[in-house]
């Protein structure tokens, strides 16, 4: 009963059944946000990290109306720090560059990490991250193995290079993105040859759903069956604060968050989630909307 009482707080009822009744079949529900600078140890440099206990418990609020069995998330600095947002009832996966033996990639005042939050009742195997980018203490990808319904799949957390969102141009941002391209190409190859699910979830920083999108070529190049995007018929209705306007919110035309899934892997087309209007004018949340499919 104590069990039960902790979890109506943090979950939708739906979340509920699946936690009190994991044995049974069940569709898993997959998410990808990016919270923007999530820290409790925030920078005087960059206002969007500093939040107030009033914004943690809005974004805690509107992940309440989410709460899907595995996040994937990114530009979080600590787990403390995601675990104000998620609650309870999950295990915290945060990227290898947050050890204390990795000094050397890390920024010395704030960071952001990739990572998983996944439900306690899902079968996790923790994985080694998968670097993007060689001799960076940016851009390594969070991995983990799961095991739903008796089929292992690999995750990675993404987030990949800013400034080259569409056509290809000879910048070093364009550059650095064809490089982590070509390098989440090596790794879906080596998962085909080894006969392996797989999903990627994360921040591309790029439209993949764009027809003939040069970075979507160089991801599955080679691969001798190509996986789904599964946002690529994905409405985008994420409304964020205006940067010219705080009292106003902006509307971006296409997705830059995604989820590939590997053609053995059956799921929903994905969706993003909004954000209340009221609660992205009223309090620091992110400039991202989470995206989630079901595995089904």
């Given amino acids: 009963m104590i069990r039960l009482i902790c979890y109506l707080k943090n ?19 997959l998410s990808t946000w990016n919270i923007e600078w999530l820290s409790i140890t925030p920078s005087q440099r960059i206002p969007q990290s500093q939040r107030s206990t009033e ?32 609650g309870s009832g999950y295990r915290f996966y ?38 993007l980018t060689k001799g960076e203490r940016l851009r390594f990808a969070s991995s983990v193995q799961i095991k739903h ?11 990949l290079k800013a400034g080259c969102s569409g056509k290809y141009t000879n910048t070093s941002s364009c550059r650095t993105l064809s490089q982590q391209g070509q390098t989440l190409n090596q790794w879906l190859k080596q998962m085909e040859r080894q006969g392996e699910s797989y999903i990627v979830l994360g921040d591309f920083n790029h439209n993949l759903a764009f027809r003939g999108d040069w970075l979507w070529t160089t991801i599955t190049e080679g691969l001798a069956s190509s996986p789904r995007l599964t946002t690529k018929e994905t409405q985008a209705v994420c409304k964020v604060k205006s940067r010219k306007n705080p009292d106003k919110t902006h509307r ?13 892997v059956g799921s929903t087309t994905a969706i993003q989630n909004p954000m209340p209007t009221e ?8 400039d991202h909307c989470p995206v989630t499919i079901e595995l089904n």
């Fill in 11 to 29: 979950m939708s009822l739906v979340a509920l059944a699946i936690s009190l009744f994991p044995t049974t079949g069940y569709a898993l529900t």
């Fill in 55 to 86: 914004d943690f418990q809005a974004l805690s609020d509107y992940y309440s109306t989410l709460s899907p069995d595995i996040l994937a998330f990114q530009e979080v600095d600590s787990i403390e720090a995601i675990q104000k947002v998620v």
């Fill in 94 to 131: 945060l990227s290898d560059r947050a050890l204390p033996a990795n000094k050397r990639l890390q920024f010395s005042e704030i960071n952001q990490y990739t990572g998983f939050a996944i439900r306690d009742t899902v079968q996790v195997t923790d994985r080694p991250d998968f670097p």
């Fill in 149 to 159: 319904q008796g089929q292992v799949i690999n995750l990675l957390s993404v987030h």
């Fill in 252 to 264: 971006f035309r296409s997705l830059i968050d995604h989820i590939i899934v590997s053609p053995d």
């Fill in 279 to 286: 609660q992205v004018l009223g309090y620091q949340m992110s």
